[in-house]
């Protein structure tokens, strides 16, 4: 009886991700005329990042909005933070908002968007590198799609490939391949505040209710809970040159840690599809544990050999496109590590992130 269960689990899963993969191999939205954009502010915060805010400004001198803003607000940075931004201000770069109330990156992007004039808003994060283009391109796709929200897709820098480098790659394109296929479904259930575009209409009737949320974080995926809820129009797009580079994890257990602060916003969710889909990954890595357990004593029989074979399939078919588009090769090591750490991981992420209150920092001092 158990070895059916398990098979239909892995056969469950499997259909999943030919969804995902249906879904996340569309092609972008056709764009609109080159030079076709909307009027948009640039828009960053920042707390304690001296270290990843000049290949943030440098890049961002390379994404002229035609006189626009780029807007960054310090969210009480303890370090050399306040002096670098004060330097990009003083060439014309950005504009410097100081924020001064309760701690949160959320309660500082508010108080700056409360300031804003222009109807769209363009956000990524202080720990960020941007591509050279990366507004112009991302207001043209807003402009050909009309969205209320844009999502755009975000990749790991690392200044080598190595093992640990294709590890963490290979675990944000399951990421990034879902982000995509829910988004372009209809349905989005992930966003990432590093590479996201808005109507600062959108954001203005999600504030109230985004002002009650129990997390000093979550902008963008309570923005984006906001829109499904509210039936707004929510586009994706990973064209080339929309492709921002966030920092990356340098141990495991500060991967763990922002996975788990990632996982533990899940009772602030209106929508059910976010648990959905982590329930139906859980549900499905931890039938493939069992059905390989199964196999190796002898039990699996012909149907489990299919059903963990296509799983197998389809994630490697999965990945490996999700990887060559973030401009990455697959590795076989990384793929095959995750067939044997996943349901680890997902213990030891999603068992925390449930009894683990709302953190009371976002940023350490």
């Known amino acids: 009886m158990i070895s059916y269960v398990l098979v239909f689990s892995v056969v469950l899963y499997s259909c999943w991700l030919c969804w995902v993969l249906f879904y996340s191999w569309r092609q972008n939205t056709i764009l609109a005329a080159q030079g076709a954009s909307v009027a948009a502010t640039i828009l960053f915060a920042c707390r304690n990042e001296q270290k990843a ?3 943030l400004l440098a ?13 960054a607000v310090d969210d009480g ?12 201000e003083a060439t014309g770069l950005l504009r410097l908002m100081r924020y001064v109330g309760p701690h949160g990156k959320r309660p500082a992007l508010a108080a700056a ?33 009309q969205a209320d929200l844009l999502i755009l897709p975000v990749r790991f820098k ?13 675990e944000l394109a399951s990421i990034m391949a879902v982000t995509a296929a829910t988004a372009r479904a209809g349905v989005g259930v992930m966003c990432n505040g590093a590479n996201l575009a808005y109507t600062l209409k959108l954001w203005q009737e999600a504030a109230p209710a985004l002002a009650g949320v129990p997390f000093l974080g979550g902008d963008d995926m309570f923005l984006l809970d906001y829109a499904r809820h509210k039936d707004k129009q929510i586009a994706y797009s990973d064209a080339k040159g929309t492709w921002v580079d966030t920092e990356a994890p340098t141990t495991l257990g500060a991967f763990l840690h922002q996975r788990r602060r990632w996982a533990s916003k899940w009772p602030g969710y209106t929508s059910a599809w976010p648990v959905a889909v982590a329930t139906i990954s859980m549900v499905g890595q931890i039938g493939f544990a069992g059905g390989v357990a199964l196999s ?3 039990m699996g029989g012909i149907f489990m050999y299919v059903a963990l074979a296509s799983k197998v399939a389809l994630e490697a078919l999965l990945l490996s496109r999700q990887l060559q588009k973030a401009g990455h090769r697959f590795g076989l090591g990384a793929f095959l590590f995750w067939q044997v750490a996943y349901v680890p991981y997902l213990c030891a992420v999603a068992i925390p992130a ?12």
């Open 113 to 145: 968007l409360a300031t804003f004039s222009t109807p769209y808003v363009l956000q990524t994060d202080a720990d960020c590198q941007v591509p050279s283009g990366w507004a112009p391109k991302a207001l043209q796709i807003l402009a050909s799609t």
């Open 53 to 55: 805010l000049p290949a």
């Open 77 to 88: 940075s303890t370090d050399d933070s306040v002096t670098l931004l004060r330097k990009a």
């Open 296 to 298: 190796l004593l002898g």
């Open 158 to 170: 690392m200044p080598s490939r190595t093992f640990w480098a294709d590890v963490l790659q290979t």
């Open 59 to 71: 890049s961002l001198k390379s994404n002229s909005l035609d006189g626009k803003d780029i807007v």
């Open 354 to 365: 449930i009894f683990t209150p709302p953190p009371k920092t976002w940023k350490k001092a």
